[in-house]
């Protein structure tokens, strides 16, 4: 018989969310690099009598695993060697100010302001903002052996090791990663099909909507990134673009077949399904599609969307230019760079994140220089790894942190008390490092248990002290995270005290937008209402995200989040019938009139500057008559939904 936990001792929802692994499949390759990476530069480094230079080099190969994010092959050389050098660039500065006291607390908190901005830039700048605030501590924290450049030199091949092992197999597998991509895209939008013409929840749409969305983002971003270095030269790439642009009308008519109530032939999905499978193995020829004929406005802007998809997928040399990308090319990479600079410089939330940072890392390296502390960088090194708000909850990972700093220290502790010090480590670490890329996607938890272990055996080797160092490992843990949460979070009216409405307002003022530009007196040309429709679903899948973060946070923060997540959803839906109304008319249905389509845009308006008012959701009034029978009707049924969700009852 099951026992339940008296209601007091039931954990809250925030602190089980946190705990909560997530379901996450295991990278084998990555698992193999990360073994391969970190023991065979120490096994090096022991033959030949050089044990400190093999740690140098195997954390190096830490970064780099850390780095190692990416699943296409060109995309990983920018994702592991960007991130590289300014770990060794941090490493250099580091060893350079070691045992100069104040001189290194100034020098490591201005690397940590710079750190802190860099990191607003995007996924890359943010691991190399990691590394270079992560290397410089170590660097000022750990006497290194060798000259001043060894450690640099050491650390950056161990990454370019990591780097290497990721691109073995690229003259094998060119463009394999790119393709599967693009085809897993067909296949999640397949299965929407299947969920939206079914007797499927509205909870199996919405998750399904949600990974179309996600995986748009995720084969966008590829090839659109790669796309920028080749100029739209490359026809491979030119080709998946277009593939993954044919699919865009697809997903349109989407919600349009969700909201007719007639459920879809299963000969569609399949077809979807079938044309992923020529995209995934790069089959160009002839591809029918087994369609019944359609009969009804839905049907049609389905059939024609699909047999359109197939022309693209089986004939290679469509738009071989990018005269037709829908999308827009990607500016040049120094444009690019230039931009991402006078925007880091110019914004106020890069600078507040920077300071952020540097206090937090500077109250850490004055501490530890007025109270004796036994290698004291670790307490710094929590700061850099806890801080990082682009990573998910502040408060959540300084409480994750400190749980899986005991769960890898138990390991660490069988490690340093059992196995001999030497050769033995070379096949320790083997087993060791293979835990990170392997528990990193269930969570930040078990990201720092298996890194944990790892740091300090390859730190034990630089400076042998065994276990002695194990309880003060925890202790400036602890210290770490108490000053990241009172110095980095509760002093930040911002970190807990969130408008969590003011981005899902802004998204909902976009969709007037769209509805403006899909059915105004001026209709936008169909590839302009593509990239506002995309960047819709992209902007709300990011806050998707961000309010899943909020989730994890502590009251009052979470229990807001809680409340207004509903209104994430009924936006979402929103978005989706403009989008279904706009196919209709497409394919037959009698468009509204301008004054109908200006009314509903003017709806939103007013919901969206409601939202922006208040911290709390209120009753926001607003007119939603019109004509019978217009394709619009469904767009109003979803705001009177969104309105009512923002009423206080």
């Avoid at 249905?589 to 959701?617: H, K, N």
């Amino acid at each position: 018989m099951s026992r339940e936990l008296p209601i007091g001792l039931t954990p809250p929802d925030w602190l089980v969310r946190n705990l909560r692994a997530q379901p996450a499949p295991v990278n084998w390759p990555a698992v193999v690099r990360a073994a391969i990476a970190l023991s065979l530069p120490l096994a090096i480094g022991l033959a030949f009598d050089r044990p400190g230079y093999g740690a140098l080099a195997s954390m190096g190969a830490l970064n780099g695993v850390i780095s190692d994010t990416a699943s296409a092959y060109r995309l990983r050389i920018p994702t592991i060697a960007i991130p590289q050098l300014f770990g060794a660039v941090g490493i250099t500065l580091g060893a350079l100010v070691f045992g100069h006291g104040w001189v290194a607390v100034a020098a490591v908190t201005g690397v940590a302001l710079v750190s802190g901005m860099i990191s607003t830039i995007g996924a890359v700048a943010s691991v190399s903002g990691l590394l270079l605030l992560l290397t410089s501590v170590i660097g000022a924290g750990l006497p290194l052996p060798g000259e001043w450049w060894m450690a640099p030199l050491l650390m950056a091949g161990g990454g370019l090791l990591v780097l290497a092992l990721a691109l073995l197999a690229w003259p094998l597998r060119s463009g394999v990663p790119e393709r599967a991509a693009v085809a897993d895209t067909y296949r999640t939008v397949a299965e929407l099909l299947e969920v939206g013409g079914s007797d499927g929840g509205t909870l199996a749409y919405d998750a399904g909507r949600h990974a179309v969305t996600q995986s748009l983002n995720q084969s966008y971003d590829i090839i659109l990134a790669h796309r920028a270095r080749h100029h739209g030269r490359s026809p491979e790439l030119t080709r998946l673009l277009a593939q993954l642009n044919a699919i865009t009308p697809v997903v349109e008519a989407a919600p349009a077949a969700r909201l007719s109530g007639s459920p879809l032939p299963p000969e569609v999905p399949a077809a979807v399904r079938h044309l992923a499978s020529a995209v995934e193995t790069g089959y160009t020829g002839p591809i029918g599609l087994a369609l019944p004929a359609p009969t009804t406005d839905t049907g049609r802007a389905v059939d024609h969307a699909l047999r359109h998809a197939a022309e693209v997928v089986s004939n290679p040399d469509v738009d071989p230019r990018g005269i037709d990308d829908r999308l827009g090319r990607p500016a040049a990479l120094s444009i690019r760079a230039a931009r991402a600079l006078r925007n880091v410089t110019l914004s106020a939330a890069s600078w507040r994140y920077g300071l952020r940072l540097a206090l937090c890392i500077g109250i850490a390296q004055a501490l530890v220089s007025l109270i004796p502390v036994p290698r004291s960088y670790w307490v710094a090194l929590t700061i850099t790894f806890v801080l990082k708000p682009d990573f998910g909850s502040v408060f959540s990972r300084a409480l994750l942190r400190a749980l899986g700093t005991v769960a890898g220290l138990v390991i660490a502790a069988a490690v340093l008390a059992e196995v001999p010090r030497g050769w033995w480590d070379v096949p320790v670490l083997f087993m060791l490092a293979p835990l990170i890329p392997a528990l990193t996607p269930r969570g930040y938890g078990y990201q720092t248990a298996a890194i944990t272990p790892v740091i300090l055996l390859l730190s034990d080797v630089l400076n042998r002290q065994g276990t002695a160092l194990l309880l003060p490992r925890l202790g400036d843990s602890l210290m770490g995270c108490a000053i990241a949460l009172i110095a980095g979070y509760l002093l930040w009216p911002e970190s807990w005290h969130t408008r969590v409405g003011a981005r899902l307002a802004d998204a909902v003022q976009d969709t007037a937008r769209y509805v403006e530009a899909a059915f105004g007196p001026d209709p936008v040309d169909p590839p302009a209402r593509a990239r506002m429709r995309r960047g819709l679903y992209r902007t709300l899948s990011a806050i998707r995200t961000e309010f899943q973060r909020a989730l994890t946070e502590p009251p009052p923060t979470g229990r807001r989040a809680a409340a207004w997540w509903p209104l994430v959803v009924a936006v979402e839906r929103i978005v989706d019938a403009t989008t279904a109304a706009r196919v209709r008319v497409a394919h037959g249905a009698p468009p509204p009139s301008a004054t109908e389509a200006a009314q509903v845009a003017r709806q939103l308006t007013e919901l969206a500057e409601g939202l922006r008012q208040s911290e709390t959701l209120y009753e926001v009034r607003t007119d939603l008559t019109g004509p019978e029978g217009s394709v619009l009707e469904p767009l109003r049924q979803e705001v009177a939904a969104a309105r009512a969700i923002a009423s206080p009852h």
